[in-house]
């Protein structure tokens, strides 16, 4: 599989769903070609609905078509959704509503638009709502299953989708759950929970690693909200060190999901990397670089953190 | 004839209003006052609606926007039989599904959760675009607070309605209704923010306007009539009304925005809300056991 998008995994997972079920609609806010709903929209024109440059519409909606059995998807950049919070506590996280939020363009990973476009305290804010559930794809084939997922899940969920290519980092017969994490790759020393993009970079980072005599654990976290504390406790308690990867902002997201169940049930040693600030224009490349996201920078950083 | 029943049922809904918020001990009262007449309307004169089966796909919609007048609508629920009428004194009562703002989650009846002002409007035009795609005869009924339309929300979604679901499926099965009391919180509305020439405003963006009094039950009844009568579009009904309706010392003061009254102030109220003159009254309540209950219960709750 070549290296795609989760935003563009997304659209075509709709286009598929859509077709067997009748029920998923699409509510976009002048953003359907970025958000990849746009060929759900020429295929079935009349369930897909473009409410104009107002999000918190366009969440409310979502909410008020879900309360009439419709399955609404209902798409924009990360932080243009996340940023109507009021409307999704109440229209869709307190009413239980079964609205898929849909946040792409997530993270710094988008690069030249800058701070502005960069979605990265969306998973902070979600985090703290009771009912809706946080669920991050790592490569295409997990983006498909976790659309298909969605589709089945009776309640609420923001998915967090990404602008850049995503390498395949998850088996062929990898099958998504919701609450379950993905033991990418075994180790004995240290635990690297990441999630979306900087999932692969963990992976090449766990190389680095390897020929520094460091033997890495990878796990690919989707689910971020419910966590999955089974496999957390797990890996952790044999490897005694954790160091989460994140392209969102340190406060929150992951890292503070992480530390906040093991402060609690395991007490142990957590490193946390991830944005400081609010981002900046620049190239991908450039920005991981720069807050020690790619693969030598996470290795770096967990050597570091292992005093090695 | 219609009309009279349905002011008979109004006032002792206002009655209801003022025990359940005496018993609450807060509430707001002016803005409950003035939405009644309204949604006593909706559902005794219009609703397709069957308080045994408050969750049957083709029932109509009634969203109160404006969801810190929520007691107006546990008085109707309660009248209409979707719970029994003493729960009402349970209202903002710990473990009580008569929750401060209308909670769907805990209360059969209600349609949204509202009360987080300007969110309403954006659920009924869900409401309402789903219920086309079903095919579904049921219709919307969304009430927005006056002070209410000051939330940005709200203007998104006035300048969607009229062009969403169009043009298969156009929200003509969507009233959308002002109580248009001229009081918020803080003060009148024109001191805080004015919302005039609101006709205009709405016109503008799409919307076919019609101007009421809000408290004449017969041009209640005829504007829902011509809102139904309307093809293409949602209809915007502006309904001039009086906050604290029916109570004068609660009549056009903003300090009665949210405050309960006490018990005394409850009983006075209620005496002026049935007509019953001070020195009638003693004897009007030998013939009404119904309200003689009602005041027995707020004298005992006042030596509480």
Redesign the interface.
């Known amino acids: 599989m070549p290296a795609k998008a989760s935003r563009a995994a997304f659209g075509e997972a709709l286009l598929e769903l859509g077709a067997r079920d009748d029920r998923i609609v699409t509510l976009d806010a002048d953003l359907s070609k970025s958000t990849m709903t746009v060929n759900f929209g020429k295929k079935f024109p009349g369930r897909a609905f473009n409410l104009g440059i107002a999000e918190s519409n366009m969440v409310g909606v979502a909410a008020g078509l879900a309360l009439t059995g419709r399955i609404p998807f209902a798409c924009s950049f990360a932080c243009f959704v996340v940023g109507r919070f009021e409307t999704i506590r109440i229209s869709v996280a307190y009413t239980n509503a079964n609205v898929k939020l849909v946040g792409t363009h997530s993270g710094i990973a988008i690069g030249e638009d800058g701070y502005s476009q960069m979605g990265l305290e969306d998973i902070a804010c979600i985090r703290s709502l009771p009912n809706i559930g946080i669920v991050q794809p790592a490569d295409e084939l997990e983006t498909k299953q976790v659309i298909a997922h969605a589709v089945e899940h009776q309640g609420p969920l923001y998915l967090r989708l990404t602008r850049q290519n995503l390498e395949p980092v998850c088996p062929p017969d990898y099958r998504f759950q919701l609450g379950r994490w993905l033991v990418l790759r075994r180790g004995h020393d240290v635990t690297l929970i990441a999630t979306g993009g900087p999932v692969f970079n963990c992976l090449e980072a766990a190389k680095l690693l390897e020929s520094d005599g460091i033997s890495a654990e990878v796990i690919n976290a989707a689910c971020i909200k419910p966590l999955d504390d089974e496999t957390l406790v797990r890996s952790v308690g044999k490897t005694g060190r954790v160091v989460t990867v994140e392209d969102h902002s340190i406060a929150g997201g992951l890292g503070g999901a992480v530390a906040e169940t093991l402060a609690e049930v395991l007490p142990m040693p957590v490193k946390r990397l991830g944005v400081q600030g609010f981002g900046e224009s620049g190239d991908l490349k450039g920005l991981y670089a720069k807050h020690g996201l790619h693969p030598a920078g996470i290795a770096a950083s967990v050597k570091k953190f292992l005093n090695r | 004839m219609a009309e009279a029943r349905l002011e008979a049922i109004a006032r002792e809904c206002r009655v209801q209003i003022l025990r359940m918020l005496a018993h609450a001990g807060s509430g707001h009262p002016g803005g409950s006052l003035s939405v009644i007449d309204i949604l006593t309307t909706l559902y005794f004169g219009r609703l397709r609606h069957d308080a045994k089966r408050p969750d049957w ?1 083709e029932r109509d919609r009634v969203v109160l926007s404006k969801g810190h007048a929520v007691p107006a609508l546990y008085s109707v629920l309660a009248r209409a039989g979707y719970f029994p009428e003493g729960q009402l004194i349970t209202l903002r009562k710990l473990g009580s599904p008569l929750q401060g703002h209308p909670d ?2 805990a209360l059969p009846g209600i ?6 002002l ?2 309403g ?11 086309k ?2 095919g ?1 005869p049921a219709r919307v009924y969304c009430i927005l607070g006056d002070g209410e339309t000051q939330e ?2 709200v203007w ?2 006035a ?2 309605a009229p062009k ?2 169009r043009p ?2 156009p929200l003509d099965n969507l009233v959308v209704i002002l109580d248009y009391n001229k009081i918020q919180l803080d003060n009148f509305v024109t001191k805080i923010l004015d919302l005039e020439p609101v006709i205009t405003k709405w016109q503008s963006f799409g919307w076919p306007v019609m101007e009421i009094d809000g408290h004449d039950i017969g041009q209640i009844v005829k504007a829902l009539d011509q809102a139904e009568a309307t093809r293409g579009a949602p209809t915007f009904v502006v309904a001039h009304t009086v906050k604290g309706k029916g109570v004068s010392f609660m009549e056009n003061d903003p300090e009665w925005h949210g405050k309960a009254p006490k018990p005394t102030e409850a009983i006075a109220g209620i005496r002026e809300i049935l007509g019953i003159s001070e020195g009638a009254w003693e004897d009007y309540l030998k013939t009404d056991s119904a309200t003689r209950a009602i005041v027995d219960e707020l004298l005992a709750l006042g030596k509480k």
């Open positions: 796909p769907r989650t349609e949204a959760a509202t009360g987080s300007g969110q409007l954006s659920i009924s035009l869900g409401l309402a675009l789903g219920l795609l079903s579904s940005g929300q998104e979604a300048m969607s969403l679901g298969d499926h």
